[in-house]
T-cell receptor, first 111, second 111 residues
Framework: DVKVTQSSRYLVKRTGEKVFLECVQDMDHENMFWYRQDPGLGLRLIYFSYDVKMKEKGDIPEGYSVSREKKERFSLILESASTNQTSMYLC??????????FGSGTRLTVV | QQPVQSPQAVILREGEDAVINCSSSKALYSVHWYRQKHGEAPVFLMILLKGGEQKGHEKISASFNEKKQQSSLYLTASQLSYSGTYFCGTESGSNDYKLSFGAGTTVTVRA
């Protein structure tokens, strides 16, 4: 089974801090995604990547950036954290028609 | 644009049936269905490709009407384990791979 591992389950950061959320998958998948999940809004796509060094903006990229230096690792960066970025962040990996595999999520609180 | 799911929530007794609908304003290539239990990551249930096929997972099945850009998830003879939030994810192109998710339908099955 594909495993997608997110480095932190819970994070508390201060407004203005630079925040790194890490995601690693172990099945050589090309496609990786970052979503944020908020009550009543479902999952919204922040950024995605189809290959190393490649990145594409999703629906809500403002205030975020990403890095993919190795195929298995896809990092989400909050350049200057704000309280409206308090959310659950989900990383996913995908190949072919087997569906997304999600990580356990990182619940980020910005104070 | 995110697909629209209905209903927002449904409460069932064990053994009852339910239908969850997912509707998009865009032409669709595929529809995914996921279930998320409280505090856990979403888990892939099934994918439907255009062609009107129907699929099943345990006593959960789904249909996809590509002309109407709609999919429905059928929970038959519901069990306590079916409780959770169900999300549809829609894909617009055959090589798109990125999903737009609905806001979710919370299903509660009671004994």
């Amino acid at each position: 089974d594909v495993k997608v591992t997110q480095s932190s389950r819970y994070l508390v950061k201060r407004t203005g801090e630079k925040v790194f959320l890490e995601c690693v998958q172990d099945m050589d998948h090309e496609n990786m995604f970052w979503y944020r999940q908020d009550p009543g809004l479902g999952l919204r796509l922040i950024y995605f990547s189809y290959d190393v060094k490649m990145k594409e903006k999703g629906d809500i990229p403002e205030g975020y950036s990403v890095s993919r230096e190795k195929k298995e690792r896809f990092s989400l960066i909050l350049e200057s954290a704000s309280t409206n970025q308090t959310s659950m962040y989900l990383c996913a990996s995908y190949r072919g028609r087997s569906g997304y595999t999600f990580g356990s999520g990182t619940r980020l609180t910005v104070v | 644009q995110q697909p629209v799911q209905s209903p927002q929530a449904v409460i069932l007794r064990e053994g009852e049936d339910a239908v969850i609908n997912c509707s998009s304003s865009k032409a669709l290539y595929s529809v995914h269905w996921y279930r998320q239990k409280h505090g856990e990551a979403p888990v892939f249930l099934m994918i439907l490709l255009k062609g009107g096929e129907q699929k099943g997972h345990e006593k959960i099945s789904a249909s996809f009407n590509e002309k109407k850009q709609q999919s429905s998830l059928y929970l038959t003879a519901s069990q306590l384990s079916y409780s959770g939030t169900y999300f549809c994810g829609t894909e617009s192109g055959s090589n798109d791979y990125k999903l737009s998710f609905g806001a979710g339908t919370t299903v509660t099955v009671r004994a």
